[in-house]
């Protein structure tokens, strides 16, 4: 197969041509309605674009391999930059990079953002208490240790977060941040368990489990 260089659309680029069925799982952790369409993936507002092998000048010469999965829009533009998020979420997941408007990223040096809790409805200073510590001088800040979280209305609808919305009144996210992912995944989940939520990451996918949350290891790190 010729080597492309791919021009448009938010691209996870990998070191190796991904399954297509873990392919599809890793989808629909963003949103469980993802399908297969032919060759593709087709979710909300955008199309995965099978894989194909893409000329190393896409990540700057970063991968030694590149194969190259492209996020184009289905119609307008995503709402809330799903396609972006998207593209960033499979390479973190695939340990590879992700490329948008021509910048080359590695998801996994982003120590800025982490979980967050998705809730139904807002919950009240006494149902966080027995986790978090409310901060004295804002009643929507929160700590738990080194963990700091605050509670703030949820933008959009993430489709991750879909089985929550016939029974969401104010979708409520209770932001998670700290130096040390497995603790901030392990935080998430038990909000989660206690207040009938759920876990996403910072490109809102969905989370089951604190190890999502942790950069996967590559054959260099072995």
């Given at each position: ?5 791919l ?24 949103d ?36 190259a ?23 973190f ?103 009938n ?12 489990a ?13």
């Open positions: 197969m010729a080597k492309r260089r021009r448009t659309g938010p691209t996870a680029a990998l070191p190796a041509k991904p399954d297509p069925a873990e392919l599809l799982r890793v989808v629909r952790l963003a469980p309605g993802a399908r297969q369409d032919g060759d593709d993936i087709v979710a909300t507002d955008v199309r995965v674009c099978a894989p194909v092998e893409a000329d190393t000048e896409l990540t700057g010469g970063e991968l030694e391999k590149v194969w999965v492209r996020v184009v829009a289905e119609g307008p533009l995503p709402l809330d930059f799903f396609d972006r998020f998207l593209a960033e979420g499979l390479a997941r695939l340990k590879g990079l992700a490329v948008c408007r021509g910048e080359v990223t590695d998801p996994a040096d982003d120590q800025e953002s982490g979980p967050a809790v998705i809730l139904p409805v807002r919950p009240t200073a006494e149902e966080l208490a027995p986790l978090l510590e409310p901060d004295e001088d804002d009643e929507f800040t929160f700590t738990a240790g080194e963990i700091r979280a605050a509670l703030v209305p949820q933008k959009g609808q993430p489709p991750a977060v879909q089985e929550l919305l016939p029974f969401a009144t104010e979708l409520t996210a209770i932001e998670l941040r700290g130096d040390e992912p497995a603790k901030l995944g392990a935080l998430a989940l038990e909000l989660a368990e206690a207040l939520g759920l876990v996403v990451d910072r490109w809102r996918f969905r989370v089951d604190a190890e999502d949350l942790v950069p996967p290891r590559t054959s260099e790190d072995a």
